[in-house]
Antibody, heavy 120, light 110 residues
Framework: EVQLVESGGGLVQPGGSLRLSCAAS????????MHWVRQAPGKGLVWVSR????????SHADSVKGRFTISRDNAKNTLYLQMNSLRAEDTAVYYC?????????????WGQGTMVTVSS | QSVLTQPPSASGTPGQRVTISCSGS????????VNWYQQLPGTAPKLLIY???QRPSGVPDRFSGSKSGTSASLAISGLQSEDEADYYC???????????FGGGTKLTVL
């Protein structure tokens, strides 16, 4: 079964750091653009970051630019999100998502999400 | 505020047809394709419509999408109780160089 499984979420103090991981299985991970999308409690979806299949191209939302870094290890079929200088407004469920082949941002596979809480 | 504008709520009775609108601008919907997602309570979102009007395999043909200019719509015909969910539109935005979502529409089946 095609699957994405996120891990690494938790409680962190403002200004702290966290690294999220997303393990992919049952598909050729290295062929797909991957993204992170987040959802604050009771709120809507917000795009965070994206990375090309070979890792050569990345982009981030303005709200996280300079603080978050997306990366991937195609040998390990894993996507990462390094989050630094965390703020209360970064509190959200973070989803790892796959972009459907032939599209730029049709997210056809979603992980179950990992909760990040930024609070003192 | 979200870049794409959706009504916060919509409702219908079983069997009815409902539509959900999504309004954007020339930098997003006006120049890129639109995708729609369904999020059932307590679950991750699911791709419902991609590239304006394409349905992934497994999505019933009761769901359809359309786009005109800087707006898009999701239509659900033969409404069923299991359609009660949040619905989000999304598109690439050339000015922001990223994906933008609508604020979501909560669909209630009366």
């Amino acid at each position: 079964e095609v699957q994405l499984v996120e891990s690494g979420g938790g409680l962190v103090q403002p200004g702290g750091s966290l690294r999220l991981s997303c393990a992919a299985s049952a598909f050729t991970f290295s062929s797909y653009w991957m993204h992170w999308v987040r959802q604050a409690p009771g709120k809507g979806l917000v795009w965070v970051s994206r990375m090309s299949s070979d890792g050569s191209t990345t982009s981030h939302a303005d709200s996280v630019k300079g603080r978050f870094t997306i990366s991937r290890d195609n040998a390990k079929n894993t996507l990462y999100l390094q989050m630094n200088s965390l703020r209360a407004e970064d509190t959200a469920v973070y989803y790892c998502v796959r972009a459907k082949t032939g599209t730029r941002n049709a997210f056809d596979i979603w992980g179950q999400g990992t909760m990040v809480t930024v609070s003192s | 505020q979200s870049v794409l504008t959706q009504p916060p709520s919509a409702s219908g009775t079983p069997g009815q047809r409902v539509t959900i609108s999504c309004s954007g601008s020339s930098s997003n919907i006006g120049s890129n394709t639109v995708n729609w997602y369904q999020q059932l309570p307590g679950t991750a979102p699911k791709l419902l419509i991609y590239t304006n009007n394409q349905r992934p395999s497994g999505v019933p043909d009761r769901f359809s999408g359309s786009k005109s200019g800087t707006s898009a719509s999701l239509a659900i015909s033969g409404l069923q109780s299991e359609d009660e969910a949040d619905y989000y539109c999304a598109a690439w935005d050339d000015s922001l160089n990223g994906v933008v979502f609508g604020g979501g529409t909560k669909l209630t089946v009366l």
